[in-house]
T-cell receptor, first 115, second 112 residues
């Protein structure tokens, strides 16, 4: 069975500081990995994805994530936080070979950006 | 603007009542999904459909049913609502299974 663990339900950084949101996954097959962002009262928006190929993937709004198979991790980073980055972030894994294609989500990390 | 439309945006419902949440997409995606989002639990899959005419059960299907008569529409029905079904419900779609999913803005449902 697949699972996703996001370390830290709440992360607080100062504006301009590095953002690091941690995600570890469990999967018996090569995973497809995703990061989504959710702003208040909105649906989830895709930030970036890893399916195959280059392990460092770049997404929207200056975010990037690195797939590390040996560590079963897919941490999300951004060099310099903006106030507009305050939101909830979800890591998700999809078994591309399964019949459902469903996403298994982590519990989410709320990012607070302080001025 | 292409995307997913969910209706209603919010609803308060008496326990025991029947309710259908609507979801329509205009991207001609094959796969569609219904999730519920609860505090501390993230999003959990209720039902899915890989293509029109087929549906499947997700992690938490009990008390819910879906249909997929055509590509665009994927309604979710609560036959007899219970308070534990109070949640925010999100519909999503993807070109194919395993591909990134696009989400609607959600339906906030309260069962009293």
């Amino acid at each position: 069975a697949q699972s996703v663990t996001q370390l830290g339900s709440h992360v607080s950084v100062s504006e301009g500081a590095l953002v690091l949101l941690r995600c570890n996954y469990s999967s018996s097959v090569p995973p497809y990995l995703f990061w989504y962002v959710q702003y208040p009262n909105q649906g989830l928006q895709l930030l970036l994805k890893y399916t195959t190929g280059a392990t460092l993937v770049k997404g929207i709004n200056g975010f990037e994530a690195e797939f590390k198979k040996s560590e079963t991790s897919f941490h999300l980073t951004k060099p310099s936080a903006h106030m507009s980055d305050a939101a909830e972030y979800f890591c998700a894994v999809s078994d591309g070979s399964s019949n459902t294609g469903k996403l298994i989500f982590g519990q989410g990390t709320t990012l607070q950006v302080k001025p | 603007i292409a995307g997913i439309t969910q209706a209603p945006t919010s609803q308060i419902l008496a326990a025991g009542r029947r309710m259908t949440l609507r979801c329509t997409q205009d991207m001609r995606h094959n796969a569609m999904y219904w999730y519920r989002q609860d505090l501390g639990l993230g999003l959990r899959l209720i039902h899915y459909s890989n293509t029109a005419g087929t549906t499947g059960k997700g992690e938490v299907p009990d008390g819910y049913s879906v249909s997929r008569a055509n590509t665009d529409d994927f309604p979710l029905t609560l036959a007899s609502a219970v308070p534990s079904q109070t949640s925010v419900y999100f519909c999503a779609s993807s070109e194919d299974r395993g591909q990134p999913q696009h989400f609607g803005d959600g339906t906030r449902l309260s069962i009293l």
